[in-house]
């Protein structure tokens, strides 16, 4: 079955960086885009970022535009994302998931993703 298993979280003081990790099985992960969404206490989940499935196309919420990085190996079947320079409303669970449909580009809807991770929490201290 198709796994998505999500690693890097923790806690950072504002400012500061983490790299979180979602590494896919059970499937080939090269043929679908990935995203990155989280979900705060209380708050509905929300898109922070799409890669397409080739990795030339990356898709970005305004809130983390320039300060997050998505990227993907598809050599390892790992998508990445690095968060630089983080704030405290960052502060999140932050599941990676996988397109329900092959070969497009990415979106900013859940909808649009039908495999997600269990979640990893990032945590941002001010």
Do not use: H
């Not at 998508?79 to 999140?92: F, H, I, R, S, Y």
Request: charged letters at 20%; glycine letters at 12%; proline letters at 2%.
């Amino acid at each position: 079955q198709v796994q998505l298993v999500e690693s890097g979280g923790g806690l950072v003081q504002a400012g500061g960086s983490l790299r979180l990790s979602c590494v896919v099985s059970g499937r080939t992960f090269s043929s679908y885009a990935m995203g990155w969404f989280r979900q705060a206490p209380g708050k509905e989940r929300e898109f922070v970022a799409a890669i397409n499935w080739g990795g030339a196309r990356t898709y970005y919420a305004d809130s983390v535009k320039g300060r997050f990085t998505i990227s993907r190996d598809n050599a390892k079947n790992t998508v990445d994302l690095q968060m630089n320079g983080l704030k405290p409303e960052d502060t999140a669970v932050y599941y990676c998931a996988s397109d329900r449909i092959s070969f497009r580009s990415g979106s900013y809807s859940a909808s649009a993703y039908d495999y997600w991770g269990q979640g990893t929490q990032v945590t941002v201290s001010s």
